[in-house]
């Protein structure tokens, strides 16, 4: 049962536009949300996050944005750099859980940012 | 470099045998956590250690064990291999336990698994 969902595996953007990852999730548990960006051969890191009580939150070109209505929760960059070219995974958690520790990945989303 | 380090980052071995997956966390970090990335998926949660002691437990073979040690470092150990153990296993480190909301996980590179 994969309850948080990528369902994009790739994505392509010119330089210098917008890119948007998109991650929907099942579980109304989840109370704090994240993404990670992945390179090749290294581990996943921190990119951005966002707890249940807000909307959005804001870290220069990342934007991350909460609809918890619709369950779902995008990734903006603007503007879009070829550095930006990684995996991009969305991840959640239950902080009040017995688990809360515990991550709960996507599939990811392969962005290319061409030139 | 995240200052997690996972070794070896190949194994390559055959159905039946035993593994043992190494990881050194962050100077400092108490806890440590192990997931398994098989293809096409997302990273799953295994097992997260705190300072020695189990915390939390994911969906876990009883095949595979893990272990922290009093210098922290942590090995996860897989037996009687099967081919669809065939995975990336990432081991990530945080300061204490608490949720992601207040410690935030920085992962190894990971070790690439092939089951042959």
């Known amino acids: 049962d994969q309850q948080v969902k990528q369902n994009s595996p790739s994505l392509s953007v010119q330089e210098g536009r917008i890119s948007i990852l998109n991650c929907d999730y099942t579980?109304?548990?989840?109370?704090?949300f994240l993404w990670y960006k992945k390179y090749p051969a290294e581990g996943p890191t921190f990119l951005i996050s966002?707890?249940?009580?807000?909307d959005k939150n804001e870290d220069g070109r990342f934007t991350v944005f909460l609809n918890k209505s619709a369950k779902h929760l995008s990734l903006h960059i603007v503007p879009s750099q070829p550095g930006d070219s990684a995996v991009y995974f969305c991840?959640?958690?239950?902080?009040?859980?017995?688990?809360?520790?515990?991550?709960?990945f996507g599939t990811g989303t392969r962005l290319q940012v061409t030139l | 470099d995240s200052g997690v380090t996972q070794t070896p980052k190949h194994l390559i071995t055959a159905t039946g045998q035993r593994v043992t997956l190494r990881c050194s966390p962050r100077?400092?970090?108490?806890?440590v956590y192990w997931y398994q990335q098989s293809l096409d998926q997302g990273l799953q949660f295994l097992i997260h250690y705190y300072n020695g002691e189990e915390r939390a437990k994911g969906n876990i073979l009883e095949r595979f064990s893990a272990q922290q040690f009093p210098d922290l470092h942590s090995e996860l150990n897989l037996s009687s291999l099967e081919l669809g153990d065939s995975a990336l296993y990432f081991c990530?480190?945080?300061?204490?336990?608490?949720?992601?909301?207040?410690?935030?996980?920085?992962f190894g590179p990971g070790t690439r698994l092939t089951v042959l």
């Open positions: 991840a959640a958690s239950r902080g009040r859980a017995g688990t809360a520790s515990k991550l709960t």
């Open positions: 579980n109304s548990m989840f109370d704090y």
């Open positions: 966002i707890s249940s009580i807000k």
């Open positions: 100077s400092g970090d108490l806890s």
């Open positions: 990530a480190s945080s300061v204490g336990a608490g949720p992601p909301s207040a410690d935030t996980q920085y």
